[in-house]
């Protein structure tokens, strides 16, 4: 028999520990472990029991033991001590309170946050990204206020059947058994955000609060009385439903979560924030809500549209089409149209914003883009995708003046880093964890000491690895009495390679598998034995994903290399965190270059762990030769199996010949010194890199900074200049036909051109009814290949030198010559305007119609 309604009772603490309720309602003690030590010190037995969650913790807990530790002057001193901690950090100034002018606050929208394992509100990279973004503005004192959806069944949890197939298991979440508070307003009842649907319906909404450190983050709910059945569901799972299901989630998050943050500002006193950051297209209906609001307060939709793109940045996570939400055009017309219109903005500039070339498909990414003056890929090689991908949306550019820029992603270090490694390096280079400074100081500590971490870490996963497995087995069926060899499985001395992430093809779980019996040679080498541990989940709905995960399954369970090869159900953050601090290595293979960025490699670099990777994402960019290993790739073969094929091989001899070798490679004292060589360059020259407080410096100094001050110069006065800028914005558009480059001359070449000589340009341009302010006239030169076409192109700009009556203008100036070598250019004219972002972002350029307008030639 099943209940009805679950809910959680909660303990009435004593008055004396009544600060026990502060601590376990911030976020904070995911990655402050003396918190921890003291929810541990509550009652130890009950907090492995309810594995590390506080919340669970103050529900199981005996009223007896409270009232004991009420009268226990120590606990209640530790106590005293870790709640004006936690003050302190909420308060004191950080590093962006020293910046000047920054933005008085940033709203981050993201569909899912990995902010700790006992909430279970994310499904791989996406969300795990954001709880680290969350967690190192909190540490820098950045002004974030977040926005989410607080789903009732989060994401599913995995387990395997006697066949090895994944099971899914959504085990039902009470908000009250989870750190939340509920937003209401000043007279007790609950604040409610109303999105009106199709058919006369309102989707409604709770909004509850979960404090991440100095962060808030907003999590709505449709789990209302108000709701009709469909819509309270519409918050139920985590990426689940169809495509009807899907766009409510996504129109709850983007113009409900605008709602709830005025809402939450107007109640708290927080600052309206000045920047919004989307994180992927999931809530990009954010900014037709801020368009809305903005022409119900007597802006016109172009004026809005050029005020809300000012403060807004776009970051994009996805280098494939099919990662894309795309819904069908009629839907989004049936959401905006209509009944249900919202009379300021119509919906044929709704639609607009996220057309693509396949007629009758709205794309959120493309209305992301449309929507956002600043937009980001999240390591350079997923910013050159990612021009590629996008280079449509700004047609006559070349794919490197695409206005996509990068910011490489990175990991908060006190969530995934062992305690071991945060301890030791708080003990010897205080200045690292302080001010994440100081890495070279990583040489000065012996390599006993860090062998000696490595070796704790490693058999800490082995013997969690042993439990999870053990569990497994008796989930499929398996009786204890069959399941001795399980105490043996894996060994703590061994060396131990990990792979851990999503299941979808191109991450390629198998590549391992593609020749069994020489990873069957090298599991069981007698000298140089190799152990891997695997995790990961596919998606509910991948039939394909989850025939690879069965794959492994299948080979592990074989009684010949069960005890070197072991698949970990249910990958959760907890699970993670083992992997990245037990794993010697940290092996990525997916087909190059799907891979966005990849961050777990970054958790095993911090940990000492060495990676094994095809440059991909972030490795492509910081692999130096000796701080890991590149597998190399074959990227120019067709056939899929033949790749797979070339590149298992060159991964199954980088293991042989190179990571086991150098693993095994012991001294006299036997510690393997060319092993911890290159732990300590990994270290070194990765750590100051991959830190995610590196990557919160890069968004606000290239993006929040800047879209703040675009964003106030807009809306100053009563948005005057944000109607200026519409105004000329349109006028250049319809203008643009009469724009042409009819003219070019270039003298100073002589017959034999040579390095150090200056090209004179001349260009006459044909401006129509646009002034010479209205244009910038560059000349784009370079070296050339084979068919004319510049490569790398450098750009100069040409002065105006005279302006006629008939609307023609002459530009000139001097090009040096500094290189030797075939030699090209040609001139083009784009709009120019001291508020645009980049001369790309109209998507309007004219260039000479006929190719004998440039003029190439050889430099001596």
């Keep these: 028999m099943r209940a009805i309604r679950r809910f959680t009772v909660r303990t009435v603490l004593p008055s004396e520990l009544a600060s026990l309720s502060e601590l376990v309602h911030n976020l904070r003690w995911s990655w402050h472990p003396e918190t921890l030590d003291l929810f541990s010190e509550v009652d130890p037995e009950t907090w492995e029991r309810v594995g590390h969650d506080p919340v669970a913790l103050l529900g199981a807990v005996e009223p007896e033991r409270l009232r004991e530790l009420a009268a226990d002057r120590r606990f209640l001193r530790r106590l005293a001590d870790a709640a004006d901690d936690l003050r302190e950090y909420m308060t004191a100034p950080r590093w962006y309170q020293s910046l000047p002018d920054a933005a008085r606050a940033i709203a981050y929208f993201s569909p899912e946050y990995g902010i700790a394992a006992a909430l279970p509100q994310y499904s791989g990279g996406l969300g795990i990204l954001a709880g680290d973004h969350l967690k190192a503005a909190s540490d820098l004192g950045v002004p974030v206020l977040a926005v989410g959806l607080l789903y009732r069944h989060g994401y599913f949890t995995q387990s395997l059947s006697p066949e090895g197939w994944q099971l899914e298991h959504y085990p039902s979440l009470d908000p009250g058994g989870l750190p939340l508070t509920l937003l209401k307003e000043e007279d007790g009842t609950p604040v409610k955000i109303a999105i009106g649907l199709p058919e006369h319906r309102t989707l409604?909404?709770?909004?509850?609060?979960?404090?991440?450190?100095?962060?808030?983050?907003?999590?709505?709910?449709?789990?209302?009385?108000?709701?009709?059945?469909?819509?309270?569901?519409?918050?139920?799972?985590?990426y689940g439903g169809g495509t009807d299901h899907r766009l409510k989630q996504e129109l709850l998050l983007g113009i409900g979560g605008v709602r709830a943050i005025r809402a939450y500002c107007r109640i708290t006193g927080h600052a309206e924030p000045e920047v919004f950051h989307t994180n992927e297209g999931h809530a990009g209906f954010l900014g037709l809500e801020r368009i809305r609001e903005l022409t119900e307060a007597r802006l016109s939709f172009d004026e809005a549209l050029e005020a809300v793109r000012a403060g807004t940045v776009f970051t994009t996570h996805t280098p494939v089409p099919a990662g894309i939400d795309r819904f069908p055009s009629e839907m989004i017309a049936r959401q905006f149209g209509g009944e249900n219109a919202w009379p300021t903005v119509p919906v044929d500039r709704i639609l607009a914003l996220g057309?693509?070339?396949?007629?009758?498909?709205?794309?959120?990414?493309?209305?992301?883009?449309?929507?956002?003056?600043?937009?980001?890929?999240?390591?350079?090689?997923?910013?050159?995708?990612?021009?590629?991908?996008?280079?449509?949306?700004?047609?006559?550019?070349?794919?490197?003046?695409?206005?996509?820029?990068?910011?490489?992603n990175g990991v908060h270090a006190p969530t995934w880093v062992g305690r071991e490694i945060m301890e030791l390096a708080g003990r010897e280079l205080p200045s690292l964890v302080e001010k994440a400074q100081g890495w070279e100081g990583v040489s000065k500590i012996s390599d006993e000491e860090i062998w000696s971490i490595r070796g704790k870490l490693r058999a800490r996963l082995v013997t969690a690895a042993r439990e999870r497995l053990r569990r497994s087995w008796l989930d499929r069926g398996a009786s204890r009495a069959e399941l001795g060899w399980i105490d043996d499985a894996l060994d703590p001395e061994v060396l131990t390679i990990g792979f851990a992430r999503r299941v979808p093809s191109y991450k390629r779980l198998t590549l391992m598998l593609n020749d069994p019996v020489r990873l069957r040679g090298l599991l069981l080498d007698p000298d140089k034995p190799v152990q891997i541990v695997i995790a990961g989940k596919a998606h509910p709905a991948d039939e394909g994903g989850k025939k690879l995960i069965q794959q492994i399954v299948k080979f592990a369970d074989q009684e010949s290399v069960r005890h070197r090869i072991v698949f970990l159900p249910d990958y959760d953050m907890a699970l993670g965190q083992l992997m990245v601090q037990?794993?010697?290595?940290?092996?990525?293979?997916?087909?190059?270059p799907l891979e966005a960025c990849g961050t777990s490699g970054m958790k095993a670099a911090l940990n000492g762990g060495l990676n094994l990777s095809i440059r991909d994402g972030w490795w492509d960019e910081w692999y130096d030769g000796t701080n890991g290993w590149a597998i190399p790739t074959a990227d120019g073969v067709a056939d899929p199996d033949r790749r797979d094929e070339l590149e298992s091989a060159a991964l199954y001899d980088l293991v042989d010949h190179e990571v086991a070798d150098r693993f095994y490679d012991r001294q006299g004292d036997g510690l393997p010194r060319r092993w911890l060589e290159m732990v300590r360059h990994t270290l070194t020259s990765l750590g100051p890199k991959v830190l995610a407080g590196r990557m919160l410096r890069d968004y606000v100094v290239n993006l929040y900074v800047p879209a703040a001050e675009s964003a106030r110069t807009l809306q100053s006065g009563t948005y005057e200049q944000a109607k200026t800028f519409a105004s000329w914005k349109l006028r250049v558009t319809r203008a643009w036909p009469g724009v042409r480059v009819e003219h070019v001359e270039a003298s100073g070449l002589g017959d034999t051109p040579e390095v150090g000589a200056r090209l004179e340009l001349r260009t006459t341009i044909a401006l129509g009814?646009?002034?010479?302010?209205?244009?910038?006239?560059?000349?784009?030169?370079?070296?050339?290949?084979?068919?004319?076409?510049?490569?790398?192109?450098?750009?100069?700009?040409?002065?105006?030198?005279?302006?006629?009556?008939?609307?023609?203008?002459?530009?000139?100036?001097?090009?040096?010559?500094?290189?030797?070598?075939?030699?090209?250019?040609?001139?083009?004219?784009?709009?120019?305007?001291?508020?645009?972002?980049?001369?790309?972002?109209?998507?309007?350029v004219a260039v000479p119609e006929e190719p004998a307008g440039m003029t190439n030639g050889t430099l001596r």
């Excluded at 076409?789 to 105006?800: F, N, Q, R």
């Excluded at 040096?816 to 790309?840: I, K």
């Design 204 to 238: 409604h909404a709770q909004v509850w609060v979960l404090q991440v450190g100095r962060v808030p983050l907003l999590l709505l709910d449709s789990d209302v009385a108000e709701n009709d059945p469909a819509a309270r569901d519409v918050t139920d799972r985590l």
């Design 355 to 408: 057309a693509e070339e396949e007629p009758g498909k709205f794309n959120m990414a493309a209305m992301g883009m449309r929507l956002a003056q600043r937009v980001n890929g999240v390591s350079e090689l997923h910013g050159e995708v990612s021009r590629e991908m996008f280079q449509r949306l700004w047609p006559g550019f070349d794919v490197d003046e695409v206005p996509i820029g990068s910011i490489t």
């Design 582 to 592: 037990g794993c010697d290595v940290w092996m990525n293979n997916p087909l190059r």
């Design 769 to 844: 009814e646009l002034e010479s302010g209205d244009v910038q006239v560059q000349v784009a030169y370079g070296r050339v290949g084979a068919h004319d076409e510049l490569l790398s192109p450098a750009y100069a700009t040409l002065s105006l030198e005279n302006r006629g009556d008939d609307g023609r203008a002459v530009f000139g100036g001097t090009l040096p010559l500094e290189s030797t070598g075939a030699f090209g250019y040609t001139v083009r004219v784009v709009p120019r305007h001291s508020l645009m972002a980049s001369s790309a972002e109209l998507g309007l």
